[in-house]
């Protein structure tokens, strides 16, 4: 790999694979609370739904902001003062005396959670191509095995203590990557460039990425993906308990099936990538998420099984888990200069898509599984869609 010396080090790929992780662990870990804390506040159980949904649209916003400023400040001044906002907001989570208050603390939260989307921009500081596409897998390997523990992790803390005991394990868990970043982390960004934090490169960067084919396809493809993925999260663990008797504390131990599949298609990305091309992979990995996308919604007209309708899930996943690293480093490359901007721009267009989808599952729930397996069903097969439409167009996509 070719890369700077502190990318060289195991425990920074480690830091860097948490950083990265840090929404998905921050959605997932919540995963088994969502109707218990409906509960405890007297609200409708489907409005547990909401510390997914709005912490997936704040993210969306607050991405923008943070790519900019990583671009025209650096890294680590960026990583610091986020990672401090997301400290404090968990912290407010945990703390919070209302439903109300929970989803605003919330909300600060997602807009705070600028980690990921540095991270991204600084393996293509120092990585192009396949090169940051392998990297990307190590990362996403890192990433899918920490939404693994997340939801147990989650349960088990709702088992001892509370679920304010989640939102305190994510203010210990910033903290550390905190204290990570002053003491250890090198910057990777170059040169401050603030010219590049105003509207005038806004306007002209965004025209550029949002009118170029090679950024767009990858791009879209990976969003709807993230959109089917991002229903099991908004409603997954109140159809489990609605529709299959699944208590919230053993959802953990369900979910990690699932992620154990997101696992397995990262490091199955990884070894492709070293044989085939990264278009290759993806032509690999469209083809999977096309069969899983038609399973999905043949499983939404019939009246499955717990075993067939997470064996569903588990399959979505598996395309999910080789898709999300590839599109990614495919969608990085017409970047040139500005990563920090581009990855925001993915990640809040990604966030917006799968806030959606949130909102779709909430709606669509109805005490059975339904909402899942159509939103599986109906965006996995736009992501194929997108990545066929690109192709045809004649303009070669790394996709």
Same mark, same amino acid.
């Given at each position: 790999m070719s890369s700077k010396p502190a990318f060289d080090r195991t425990d920074t790929i480690i830091f860097m694979g948490g950083i990265t992780a840090l929404t998905a662990v921050s959605v997932d870990i919540v995963l088994p609370t969502t109707g218990v804390v409906a509960r405890h506040f007297g609200v409708e159980a489907s409005r547990g739904a909401l510390l997914v949904g709005v912490y997936f649209i704040?993210?969306?916003?607050?991405?923008?902001?943070?790519?900019?400023?990583?671009?025209? &400040?650096?890294?680590?001044?960026?990583? %610091?003062?986020?990672? $401090?906002? &997301? /400290?404090?907001?968990?912290?407010?989570?945990?703390?919070?005396?209302?439903?109300?208050?929970? %989803?605003v603390a919330r909300f600060i939260q997602g807009l705070m959670g600028g980690a990921p989307i540095i991270a991204r921009a600084m393996v293509r500081d120092v990585a192009s191509g396949t090169e940051a596409a392998r990297l990307m897998t190590v990362l996403g390997a890192i990433l899918t095995i920490a939404t693994m523990f997340a939801p147990v992790i989650? $349960?088990?803390?709702?088992?001892?203590? $509370?679920?304010?005991?989640?939102? !305190? @394990? !994510? /203010?210990?868990?910033? !903290?550390?990557?905190i204290a990570?970043?002053?003491?250890? !982390?090198?910057? /990777? @960004?170059?040169?401050?460039?603030?010219e590049r934090f105003t509207l005038s490169f806004l306007r002209r960067a965004g025209a550029y990425l949002l009118t170029n084919r090679l950024f767009l396809t990858p791009m879209l493809a990976g969003s709807f993906t993230f959109g089917g993925y991002a229903s099991v999260g908004a409603v997954g663990a109140i159809i489990a308990e609605a529709r299959y008797d699944v208590s919230p504390e053993a959802f953990g131990a369900l979910f990690v099936l699932a992620a154990l599949c997101n696992t397995g298609g990262a490091l199955l990305a990884g070894q492709m990538l070293k044989r085939l091309s990264l278009r290759q992979v993806g032509t690999v990995a469209m083809v999977l998420l096309f069969f899983a996308a038609l399973a999905n919604l043949a499983l939404a007209f019939t009246t499955p099984s717990l075993q067939m309708f997470w064996g569903g899930v588990c399959l979505y996943v598996l395309a999910f888990g080789i898709i999300l690293p590839t599109s990614y480093a495919s969608a990085?490359?017409?970047?040139?200069?500005?990563? @920090?901007?581009?990855? $925001?721009?993915?990640?809040?267009i990604s966030m917006s898509i799968a806030s959606g989808a949130t909102v779709i599952a909430s709606r669509l729930f109805d005490g059975t599984h339904l909402a899942v397996s159509l939103c599986m069903g109906l965006f996995g097969l736009a992501a194929v869609l997108t990545v066929v439409a690109g192709r045809s167009l004649g303009r070669r996509s790394p996709l």
């Open positions: 704040a993210y969306a916003i607050g991405q923008l902001f943070w790519g900019l400023f990583s671009d025209a &400040f650096g890294r680590r001044l960026s990583l %610091i003062l986020s990672l $401090s906002g &997301f /400290t404090l907001a968990s912290l407010a989570c945990a703390l919070a005396p209302s439903f109300t208050f929970l %989803i989650g $349960s088990g803390l709702l088992v001892l203590f $509370s679920w304010r005991a989640i939102f !305190l @394990g !994510l /203010t210990v868990l910033s !903290l550390s990557f990570y970043t002053l003491l250890v !982390l090198q910057e /990777t @960004g170059g040169q401050r460039r603030p990085m490359e017409p970047a040139g200069e500005m990563p @920090g901007f581009a990855a $925001s721009l993915m990640g809040a």
